[in-house]
């Protein structure tokens, strides 16, 4: 069973620039979560997103949006870049088992503002 | 939402002793508590979770508690070997996850 695929791994953009991120969750999982990473901060909740729709939302500006498509693919986009944006931009699917929602985590999409 | 606090954020124990990492959550409603251990260079593992109508949980050499009173649970990892050596990160979960800002473990040999 393949796991949960990002892409790209790795990019350079700079200031002012947009990204957009991709990510491909386990077959039949129907939620994706976005997190960003930076050394110290731990993971920060970015989205969920689940059958197509914005169930969740963090604390980030407006830059930062996603979405979802039907085939459960997710993808996040980041406006006019800042230097801070620079992190490891992690995906997750989730399965809910017995109530709770279980994350498995892809390799993670590293972003470098420059 | 829900707030995670974590503590200690760095833990430098002997090989063979125990190590405990203590994390707090705001949202009495949260319902599951796992566990992720970071390796450097990789992605976050699931290692232990638990659920709120549970106390205890035990897997081999890492075991934890909740104590939903205090809102508070804790890892705990006895018999340490270097390969524990990583970060690991507490988490909490009533609709979305929010996580602690980790805990970076260092085992000596």
């Known amino acids: 069973k393949a796991g949960v695929t990002q892409t790209p791994r790795y990019l350079i953009k700079t200031r002012g620039q947009q990204v957009t991120l991709s990510c491909s969750p386990i077959?039949?999982?129907?939620?994706v979560s976005w997190y960003q990473q930076t050394p110290g901060q731990g993971l920060q909740f970015l989205f969920e997103y689940f059958s197509e729709t914005q169930r969740n939302k963090g604390n980030f500006p407006g830059r930062f949006s996603g979405r979802q498509f039907s085939n459960s693919r997710s993808e996040m986009n980041v406006s006019t870049l800042e230097l801070g944006d620079s992190a490891l931009y992690l995906c997750?699917?989730?399965?809910?088992?017995?109530?709770?929602?279980?994350?498995?985590f892809g390799a993670g999409s590293r972003l470098t503002v420059l | 939402g829900e707030n995670v606090e974590q503590h200690p954020s760095t833990l430098s124990v002997q090989e063979g002793d125990s190590a405990v990492i203590k994390c707090t959550y705001s949202?009495?409603?949260?319902?599951?508590f796992p566990w992720y251990k970071q390796e450097l260079g990789k992605r976050p593992q699931l290692i232990i979770d638990?659920?709120?109508?549970?106390g205890e949980k035990k897997d081999q050499r890492i075991a934890v508690t909740l104590n939903k009173t205090a809102k508070h649970f804790s890892l705990h990892i006895t018999e340490t070997q270097p390969e524990d050596s990583a970060v690991y990160f507490c988490a909490a979960s009533l609709a979305d996850m929010r996580f602690g800002a980790g805990t970076r473990l260092t085992v000596k040999p």
């Open positions: 949202d009495s409603a949260s319902n599951y």
């Open positions: 638990i659920r709120s109508n549970v």
């Open positions: 077959s039949g999982h129907r939620s």
């Open positions: 997750a699917s989730s399965l809910t088992v017995s109530g709770a929602n279980v994350l498995t």
